[in-house]
């Protein structure tokens, strides 16, 4: 081996990132527009009391859930969220939601047309494939890097890096609810001289509308995995608590953040999960 | 009768090197012999026929033989990969995708065998697709969607789920969404293959009713020849991707074109097919005008038969006589005939299925005769070429 050059590839992607930061000024707008969005929920999630916030939350469960166990979630909905306020983690839980809702949307937003691509095009699935195995796989840690590098500190690198990390599932799933349309009812659509916009928003997307969400639910969940990562450039929230925890070796500080962690993660997954259900009559 | 559809050399070649089989074609390959040379599959070998406006015609065939790729070809589904379709004369080959569409929207509808109806829609919003994509405002369309709900007897389900209705309901939307464009051309493949017997029985006949009123050209694809020759005015039977005859069904039954297709009918119930013209056989006729006693006494005695039947010098049939009144009458030596001929003759008319005369031909001890609109004596149905007839063999045809 000692023969053998060693290849400089962390020199090359130092050399790359050196090139992205000369776009300053795409990367100030792109930041800007990201940091707008996140100062948009935060700001609605600032306003509202918090006795207000609670009661919406339950009023949306309530509203969306039709299940015979909607009163024990809407119960552990109460009784988890009157914990976190007398826990004075209030603030933080609004940190933490605006980070996920915002990564969330993003990865919304760029991730289903691009299941769609894939779904449409097999030269677009070719290429995405190996790239979506590549951002789901790479250890979180490493986006956090150019990350800061592109966008400062706070909470925008901390939205890029959970976007990047929690896109996957969205464009996969899209992708899978899309191509698992039945054969038949896309023949019906076409035999009946549908254009391929009305295809797609008539019969495949509905079609695809259990399996799209289930993605949006999991990319929601990777991305509040994110949030203990993301504090460390200085997005706050939650994580922020238990990352300040683990530097104080402050063992129920850190059960406590994290405790209200898992509560936001059970509501939006059971809120998420859902809506993916009740729609489907209509 | 016009021509609606034209289908010419219409081939497809599944998979690839599909030019270099597509030479082979034309020089006459068979189709192992392509797959062997190119690895390509040959669906549809050259297909040509013509449909009538306002028929039924049937392609039938196993699965595997093209019959569903051919359907899909005819509205490009499947991209023909050489050939032609015309519709009204005009090349669907040579369409651009707009036109495409619009054909597809006007003038053709297809019904498929799993019913091809979207889940998350009611009924009424299944009827109303074709419609919808069109840009008919929401009135126009459900009013449409309604009158062919009605018209395939389906009514009071618009707001249910089409998971909530058995599978004959399922396609009597498919069949009502296919209807509500008003389409000239209606597409049904394997339409019924997916129902029960009984429920197949019923959407045959309804389909047969709603074809009486509307008059619709209707391409229909099944793997049962019983169908095909219930629903058919014309059949196509296909095998292996060829076209192996094309008839009326009874040009099929009584004159298939080779070993396969006699095969394939040999299960048919026939009773259900032929028709008294079918089966009947040369009577002994007396010919009321012309002949007397005498004469008559000779002919039942040349041809070895105790009846003969009476008919006028325009062949009208007016009864029969028997030998022992013939005798009788010569005897008597009286000339008059007409004194002894008995005219309550059992009578069917020739295009009369002998399934409804089987009951009849059973319990009565004389031959039908059988007639035309005319009252023209044609022929009689004797006990024994029935039954030769449903076993296959030819009746010997006669005129």
Known sequence: ?282 | MTVKVEVKNLTKIFGKHVNRAKDLIKQGKTKPEILKETGATVGVDQANFKINDGEIFVIMGLSGSGKSTMVRMINRLIEPTDGSVLIDGENLMKMDKKSLREVRRKKMSMVFQNFGLLPNRTVLENAEYGLEIQGVDKETREKKANIALEQVGITGYNNEYPDQLSGGMQQRVGLARALANDPEILLMDEAFSALDPLNRTDMQDQLLDIQERLHKTIIFISHDLNEALKLGDHIMIMRDGEVVQTGTPEDILTHPANEYVEEFIENVDRSKVLTAGNVMIRPVTINIDKAGPRLTLKRMKNNEVSTAYVVDNKRTLVGIVDANDVIGLVRKDSSDLRSIVKTDVPTAHVDTPINDLMDDISQTGIPFAVVNDDKQLKGIIVRGAVLGALAGNEVSHFE
């Open chain 1, 1 to 282: 081996m000692n023969n053998i050059p060693q290849i400089p590839l962390a020199h090359w992607i130092d050399g790359f990132v050196a090139w992205l930061v000369s776009f300053t000024g795409f990367f100030n707008g792109v930041t800007n527009f990201i940091g707008g969005i996140n100062n948009a929920f935060q700001w609605v999630f600032d306003l509202i009391p918090i006795w207000l916030f609670i009661a919406l939350v339950l009023a949306l469960t309530y509203y969306v859930n039709r299940d015979d166990q909607r009163w024990s979630l809407l119960g552990f909905e109460f009784f988890g969220l009157l914990l976190i306020w007398n826990l004075d983690f209030w603030r933080d839980m609004t940190q933490t939601l605006t980070l996920v809702l915002t990564s969330s949307l993003i990865a919304l937003v760029i991730g289903i047309p691009l299941g769609i691509l894939m779904a449409k095009s097999r030269i677009a699935e070719i290429i995405l494939k190996p790239i979506l195995d590549f951002m789901q796989t790479m250890p979180a840690f490493v986006y956090l890097i150019p990350a800061v590098a592109l966008f400062g500190i706070g909470m925008v690198p901390g939205i890029v890096a959970s976007v990047i990390f929690a896109m996957p599932p969205t464009v996969r799933m899209t992708n899978m609810g899309i191509r698992e349309v039945p054969g038949e009812l896309i023949e019906a659509a076409d035999s009946f001289g549908s254009t391929e916009w009305q295809k797609l928003f008539k019969v495949e997307l509905p079609l695809a509308k259990t399996s799209l969400m289930a993605g949006v639910n999991q990319s929601m969940m990777l991305s509040l995995s994110m949030v203990v990562t993301a504090s460390m450039i200085g997005a706050m929230g939650l994580g922020t608590k238990v990352y300040f925890a683990v530097g104080r070796n402050d063992a129920g500080g850190g059960f406590a953040a994290g405790l209200a962690v898992v509560i936001l993660a059970i509501i939006l997954d059971r809120l998420t999960q859902s809506l993916t259900r009740d729609h489907k009559r209509g």
